[in-house]
T-cell receptor, first 116, second 118 residues
């Protein structure tokens, strides 16, 4: 079945540095990928929709200069958390939808970001 | 207004028994899809079951079945013969197909924590 690979699974960084998270669709092409953020015991909050070859669409309240999204190919989207702060510490999950229409989203295993 | 509502507090079930996890939704879109995902403590999201708004029969996938009541706008997940490995958070989600198009996002409920007791 469709598989989405997300890397790294865990990252610890110092405040002020930037962190890049990769999301790859392994056996299908994904023109659209989604980035979610999840706080402990909370629902997934959609941050942005990543579109291959065009600018990402950000949800209200999400700073696009803070969370840079690049979707350079049909199998890869990246989320860069720039100038990270402790409040950015969270669990970030990417997802992509396979074919046909109506297929479920397939999720990466998530990235646990800790900013010290 | 919330589109997906999961209001149950943490749920407990005895191993081998059945449990129902509630989900209600709100949409004016005539075409939509409903999903259930399982999230164990490791954090991964595991797809369980899908129900389309025009599907005539309730969806079933192994021990999972979806009690879809369209008029009530509910899509409860039923897990039969619970196993210890079923302990996890469970999320109900909806995709509105007409209003938001082919690449529409999923809207998630807040999730329900299920604990299976031995």
């Amino acid at each position: 079945g469709a598989v989405v690979s997300q890397h790294p699974s865990r990252v610890i960084c110092k405040s002020g540095t930037s962190v890049k998270i990769e999301c790859r669709s392994l056996d299908f092409q994904a023109t659209t990928m989604f980035w979610y953020r999840q706080f402990p015991k909370k629902s997934l909050m959609l941050m942005a929709t990543s579109n291959e070859g065009s600018k990402a669409t950000y949800e209200q309240g999400v700073e696009k200069d803070k969370f840079l999204i690049n979707h350079a190919s049909l199998t890869l989207s990246t989320l860069t958390v720039t100038s990270a702060h402790p409040e950015d510490s969270s669990f970030y999950i990417c997802s992509a939808r396979g074919q046909p229409e109506g297929s479920p989203l397939h999720f990466g295993n998530g990235t646990r970001l800790t900013v010290t | 207004a919330q589109k997906i509502t999961q209001t149950q507090p943490g749920m407990f079930v005895q191993e081998k028994e059945a449990v129902t996890l509630d989900c209600t939704y709100d949409t004016s879109d005539p075409s939509y899809g409903l999903f259930w995902y399982k999230q164990p403590s490791s954090g991964e999201m595991i797809f369980l079951i899908y129900q389309g708004s025009y599907d005539q029969q309730n969806a079933t996938e192994g021990r999972y079945s979806l009690n879809f009541q369209k008029a009530r706008k509910s899509a409860n997940l039923v897990i039969s013969a619970s196993q210890l490995g079923d302990s996890a958070m469970y999320f109900c989600a909806m995709r509105e197909l007409v209003r938001t198009g082919a690449n529409s996002k999923l809207t998630f409920g807040k999730g329900i924590t299920l604990s299976v007791r031995p």
